[in-house]
């Protein structure tokens, strides 16, 4: 076959979209992108993760970044959301039995802050008329009566002491410590002389009396005290009373607007009761003296928070099912949080400091995250699979199983969790949860897998307009008309790299549309046309490829040696390509190989000096593989072979490269010089079949780049797999220069094919075991034979002079020193 033959037309370079399918003459016409480009698959996942009940059907969404998961998902959740009713509010109130562990109480969307203000408006009422009530005359006058009746007692009490004190002698005298017993002298106390100055035997008297008398004032003391204490508890009485008579109206009719929600009828029963013991609260508060107290704001107002209402969750502006998009899914965004204030060095708190987390908004609806975030952030990936688990949102400290020591803290009553988690990532964190995590294959059952492109045709070309229309009109970007549309086509099939295919990264899409914007806004278009986006996509390259630039302008130069013309045996360009971050570029290198005698080793220099990676390895290790099946079946391979990137001084990686090193290594051993005009791509396999890479259009490029700096001849060309024709979305300097005449590119599909363009000689098929002459096969499978002879002439040798030296050593003879180094360079050999 001919080089004419193996080389494609210009129309096989890329795949040009015809303006005129277009019928509009601006985007501005177009309507909006009503659904997705593609992603089909994805969202018959999302669909089906959203309506299947039951334990275990959340989401992850995986696929490239840019590809439109965030879009789709938001779109397609917020469309099933609207469907949907909006979930039951959620309030924490104080639990009056045990205030360390607050009530949770479930109420119908909407009614939530219907009783917080409902609960505001009690509180203000009962401020309001249990102090009136405390300050009427009615509640004044038995006040009255009942102190009265209280001093009027003890007065009898006292009275009645009194009488038998003085009549055995005695007075009763009141001090600042309490009621105390005198003797007295008539009418008077006596003194301490008179008493000092009595017998003995009156004394004695007058103390056994005084013994009898104090029996009696204590118990007489004891009555007054419990007079007292009756009188304190008729008083507490008679404002449960006025309390109750005052509230009683305002709770009925709160109980009876909750009728039909049991936990608040009951709550507000225990709120009825509370009051009522906690009267105090309601009294006129007196002034405070003293300065720390009205520091602390005040005890009975802030007491009063008790019988606030926490609104957690507060559905009464929601239409629908709540959908969350959590941006930090931190621990305590997602779970919640007690929140505590400092007062005077010690955090307080209450069961109205208690914050809702994502997880508490989006239930009954739907939670969004990124699953990355959620991995990075301490304790969150635990807490998203313990409340998915348990079926319960339970607000505790973050890490608290790990405490050394305990501490006292809000334990709020959990609230049960019904959510559907849609988590999107990337493809690898998907998959090293599903390997390492078993929760994880439990919890997310539904996996959406994005794909990076889509079939390329009329109807998909259509609605890459409607995505030019809308994202124009979406951030305020001028129209494109068909030229420009077109070219945006063109360019997404280049992202795929695929004639075929167009890519579904429509972030780098978009960025290239605002940028064509702008490139269009510097030349005074109205409308962006195909010149504009060319200006974009190129002044993007701009910006990236300085680096491209300093390495074609070494090889330019010489610093880098790289031939473009004339022919050299065991030498070929290589094609290998460069990332660097959003940007990748092909670059030749030089290849060479060298052949000598050895066992059948062919060693990669790169491998050795540990420069390349696993696949390259095995590239090499098939071209062993490849000789001793093709030229090897009746004789021993007795060849060793030396491969190398020259000017290779970072990793080595892929197998890219693979068929280029057995063109060099097989010109080595025919001694055929290979045309350094040419350069190759391609990976082998042991067959001989030249199997397709990928980066085929940067490749060339970069080859061509390199041709065009150092002249080009209008021989120069690439030889490519004929499977990567397809991947072909050559720039358009590129295919104008294969146009006319001054670059080629040839496809092969076989390595005798690929040695034929390189060196000008057939390669020869076997026949009758033998390959015609005047072929390449013909000059390999000869210098085999000649290397197998010479090592087969050196193991001979070898084994003479072993056998001569075994002899000599048995005579004690010396050994020559010239047969001592062919038997020590036969043993080498066969070491080798």
Same mark, same amino acid.
């Given at each position: 076959?001919?080089?004419?033959?193996?080389?494609?037309?210009?129309?096989?370079?890329?795949?040009?979209?015809?303006?005129?399918?277009?019928?509009?003459?601006?985007?501005?016409?177009?309507?909006?992108?009503?659904?997705?480009?593609?992603?089909?698959?994805?969202?018959?996942?999302?669909?089906?993760?959203?309506?299947?009940?039951?334990?275990?059907?959340?989401?992850?969404?995986?696929?490239?970044?840019?590809?439109?998961?965030?879009?789709?998902?938001?779109?397609?959740?917020?469309?099933?959301?609207?469907?949907?009713?909006?979930?039951?509010?959620?309030?924490?109130?104080?639990?009056?039995?045990?205030?360390?562990?607050?009530?949770?109480?479930?109420?119908?969307?909407?009614?939530?802050?219907?009783?917080?203000?409902?609960?505001?408006?009690?509180?203000?009422?009962?401020?309001?008329?249990?102090?009136?009530?405390?300050?009427?005359?009615?509640?004044?006058?038995?006040?009255?009566?009942?102190?009265?009746?209280?001093?009027?007692?003890?007065?009898?009490?006292?009275?009645?002491?009194?009488?038998?004190?003085?009549?055995?002698?005695?007075?009763?005298?009141?001090?600042?410590?309490?009621?105390?017993?005198?003797?007295?002298?008539?009418?008077?106390?006596?003194?301490?002389?008179?008493?000092?100055?009595?017998?003995?035997?009156?004394?004695?008297?007058?103390?056994?009396?005084?013994?009898?008398?104090?029996?009696?004032?204590?118990?007489?003391?004891?009555?007054?005290?419990?007079? =007292?204490?009756?009188?304190?508890?008729?008083?507490?009485?008679?404002?449960?009373?006025?309390?109750?008579?005052?509230?009683?109206?305002?709770?009925?009719?709160?109980?009876?607007?909750?009728?039909?929600?049991?936990?608040?009828?009951?709550?507000?029963?225990?709120?009825?009761?509370?009051?009522?013991?906690?009267?105090?609260?309601?009294?006129?508060?007196?002034?405070?003296?003293?300065?720390?107290?009205?520091?602390?704001?005040?005890?009975?107002?802030?007491?009063?928070?008790?019988?606030?209402?926490?609104?957690?969750?507060?559905?009464?502006?929601?239409?629908?099912?709540?959908?969350?998009?959590?941006?930090?899914?931190?621990?305590?965004?997602?779970?919640?949080?007690?929140?505590?204030?400092?007062?005077?060095?010690?955090?307080?708190?209450?069961?109205?400091?208690?914050?809702?987390?994502?997880?508490?908004?989006?239930?009954?609806?739907?939670?969004?995250?990124?699953?990355?975030?959620?991995?990075?952030?301490?304790?969150?990936?635990?807490?998203?699979?313990?409340?998915?688990?348990?079926?319960?949102?339970?607000?505790?400290?973050?890490?608290?199983?790990?405490?050394?020591?305990?501490?006292?803290?809000?334990?709020?009553?959990?609230?049960?969790?019904?959510?559907?988690?849609?988590?999107?990532?990337?493809?690898?964190?998907?998959?090293?949860?599903?390997?390492?995590?078993?929760?994880?294959?439990?919890?997310?059952?539904?996996?959406?897998?994005?794909?990076?492109?889509?079939?390329?045709?009329?109807?998909?070309?259509?609605?890459?307009?409607?995505?030019?229309?809308?994202?124009?009109?979406?951030?305020?970007?001028?129209?494109?008309?068909?030229?420009?549309?077109?070219?945006?086509?063109?360019?997404?099939?280049?992202?795929?790299?695929?004639?075929?295919?167009?890519?579904?990264?429509?972030?780098?899409?978009?960025?290239?549309?605002?940028?064509?914007?702008?490139?269009?806004?510097?030349?005074?278009?109205?409308?962006?046309?195909?010149?504009?986006?060319?200006?974009?996509?190129?002044?993007?390259?701009?910006?990236?490829?300085?680096?491209?630039?300093?390495?074609?302008?070494?090889?330019?130069?010489?610093?880098?040696?790289?031939?473009?013309?004339?022919?050299?045996?065991?030498?070929?360009?290589?094609?290998?390509?460069?990332?660097?971050?959003?940007?990748?570029?092909?670059?030749?290198?030089?290849?060479?190989?060298?052949?000598?005698?050895?066992?059948?080793?062919?060693?990669?220099?790169?491998?050795?000096?540990?420069?390349?990676?696993?696949?390259?390895?095995?590239?090499?290790?098939?071209?062993?593989?490849?000789?001793?099946?093709?030229?090897?079946?009746?004789?021993?391979?007795?060849?060793?072979?030396?491969?190398?990137?020259? =000017?290779?001084?970072?990793?080595?990686?892929?197998?890219?490269?693979?068929?280029?090193?057995?063109?060099?290594?097989?010109?080595?051993?025919?001694?055929?010089?290979?045309?350094?005009?040419?350069?190759?791509?391609?990976?082998?396999?042991?067959?001989?079949?030249?199997?397709?890479?990928?980066?085929?259009?940067?490749?060339?490029?970069?080859?061509?780049?390199?041709?065009?700096?150092?002249?080009?001849?209008?021989?120069?060309?690439?030889?490519?797999?004929?499977?990567?024709?397809?991947?072909?979305?050559?720039?358009?300097?590129?295919?104008?220069?294969?146009?006319?005449?001054?670059?080629?590119?040839?496809?092969?599909?076989?390595?005798?094919?690929?040695?034929?363009?390189?060196?000008?000689?057939?390669?020869?098929?076997?026949?009758?075991?033998?390959?015609?002459?005047?072929?390449?096969?013909?000059?390999?499978?000869?210098?085999?034979?000649?290397?197998?002879?010479?090592?087969?002439?050196?193991?001979?040798?070898?084994?003479?002079?072993?056998?001569?030296?075994?002899?000599?050593?048995?005579?004690?003879?010396?050994?020559?020193?010239?047969?001592?180094?062919?038997?020590?360079?036969?043993?080498?050999?066969?070491?080798?």
């Amino acid at each position: 076959m001919t080089l004419q033959d193996h080389e494609l037309t210009p129309d096989r370079l890329r795949a040009v979209c015809d303006p005129a399918q277009f019928t509009f003459k601006s985007t501005a016409e177009l309507p909006g992108l009503a659904d997705m480009i593609g992603q089909d698959r994805a969202k018959r996942a999302l669909t089906f993760g959203m309506e299947m009940p039951g334990e275990g059907y959340n989401m992850f969404v995986l696929g490239p970044v840019g590809t439109g998961r965030w879009t789709m998902v938001r779109r397609v959740v917020e469309q099933k959301a609207a469907s949907e009713p909006p979930p039951q509010d959620w309030v924490y109130v104080n639990n009056f039995t045990n205030p360390a562990r607050p009530r949770a109480i479930r109420l119908p969307a909407g009614m939530g802050c219907q009783l917080r203000s409902d609960m505001e408006r009690l509180v203000a009422d009962l401020k309001r008329d249990i102090p009136r009530a405390f300050e009427s005359e009615e509640y004044e006058s038995r006040r009255a009566n009942i102190a009265k009746r209280v001093q009027d007692e003890q007065t009898r009490i006292f009275s009645e002491l009194e009488e038998q004190v003085r009549a055995r002698g005695f007075g009763l005298a009141r001090t600042p410590i309490g009621v105390m017993l005198v003797p007295t002298r008539g009418e008077e106390a006596m003194s301490e002389a008179d008493y000092r100055a009595l017998p003995p035997d009156a004394r004695q008297q007058l103390e056994h009396t005084e013994g009898e008398l104090q029996q009696q004032l204590t118990s007489t003391l004891h009555r007054a005290r419990q007079v =007292q204490k009756e009188a304190q508890d008729n008083l507490t009485e008679l404002d449960r009373q006025v309390v109750s008579f005052v509230a009683g109206h305002l709770f009925d009719e709160l109980e009876a607007r909750y009728a039909s929600i049991p936990e608040v009828v009951d709550y507000l029963k225990q709120v009825r009761n509370d009051v009522i013991e906690q009267a105090d609260l309601f009294k006129p508060a007196e002034e405070q003296a003293n300065p720390l107290a009205q520091m602390f704001g005040g005890g009975a107002e802030a007491a009063l928070n008790r019988y606030k209402v926490n609104l957690l969750v507060d559905n009464c502006e929601q239409k629908n099912a709540p959908v969350i998009i959590e941006t930090n899914p931190t621990y305590y965004n997602l779970v919640g949080e007690v929140q505590q204030e400092a007062q005077f060095g010690a955090l307080v708190t209450d069961f109205t400091k208690i914050r809702a987390g994502a997880f508490h908004r989006a239930n009954g609806g739907y939670l969004i995250m990124e699953a990355r975030s959620v991995l990075l952030n301490p304790f969150a990936w635990d807490a998203l699979e313990r409340i998915l688990k348990d079926g319960r949102i339970e607000i505790e400290e973050m890490g608290q199983q790990y405490r050394l020591f305990s501490t006292t803290t809000l334990e709020p009553e959990p609230i049960p969790a019904d959510v559907k988690v849609i988590l999107i990532g990337e493809p690898w964190i998907y998959y090293l949860l599903y390997a390492l995590d078993e929760d994880f294959r439990r919890l997310f059952k539904v996996k959406a897998d994005f794909g990076t492109d889509i079939n390329r045709d009329n109807t998909a070309a259509q609605q890459y307009a409607l995505f030019v229309a809308s994202y124009c009109r979406d951030h305020s970007l001028r129209p494109f008309d068909p030229t420009g549309v077109a070219k945006i086509v063109e360019h997404g099939s280049r992202l795929a790299e695929d004639q075929k295919k167009l890519a579904t990264r429509f972030s780098e899409i978009g960025d290239i549309i605002a940028e064509a914007s702008y490139w269009a806004g510097q030349s005074g278009h109205q409308l962006v046309t195909g010149e504009d986006v060319q200006k974009a996509i190129d002044e993007k390259v701009y910006r990236s490829n300085r680096v491209e630039e300093r390495i074609r302008e070494m090889i330019e130069r010489g610093i880098i040696m790289v031939d473009t013309d004339g022919a050299v045996v065991g030498q070929v360009n290589g094609l290998s390509v460069t990332m660097l971050g959003d940007y990748e570029f092909g670059r030749p290198s030089r290849i060479t190989a060298r052949t000598y005698v050895g066992r059948g080793n062919v060693i990669a220099i790169d491998r050795e000096a540990e420069l390349a990676g696993p696949i390259h390895n095995k590239g090499v290790m098939i071209l062993a593989g490849y000789l001793g099946g093709r030229y090897a079946t009746d004789l021993p391979l007795s060849l060793s072979a030396s491969i190398t990137f020259e =000017q290779s001084y970072e990793g080595v990686e892929g197998d890219s490269a693979s068929s280029a090193e057995l063109y060099a290594l097989l010109s080595s051993l025919a001694g055929v010089p290979i045309r350094q005009d040419l350069a190759v791509t391609g990976s082998v396999n042991q067959r001989g079949e030249v199997q397709p890479i990928g980066s085929a259009a940067a490749k060339i490029e970069g080859f061509y780049d390199v041709c065009r700096v150092k002249g080009l001849t209008g021989n120069q060309g690439v030889l490519i797999p004929a499977q990567n024709v397809d991947n072909l979305m050559l720039r358009e300097d590129v295919v104008q220069a294969v146009r006319e005449g001054r670059f080629h590119i040839y496809q092969v599909r076989t390595i005798d094919e690929g040695m034929e363009l390189l060196t000008g000689m057939p390669a020869g098929e076997l026949k009758d075991g033998e390959y015609p002459e005047g072929t390449i096969n013909y000059l390999v499978t000869q210098r085999l034979r000649q290397l197998a002879e010479v090592y087969q002439a050196f193991a001979r040798a070898a084994g003479e002079e072993e056998e001569e030296t075994e002899v000599r050593k048995t005579r004690r003879e010396p050994v020559p020193q010239a047969r001592r180094r062919v038997f020590r360079r036969s043993r080498a050999l066969r070491r080798r």
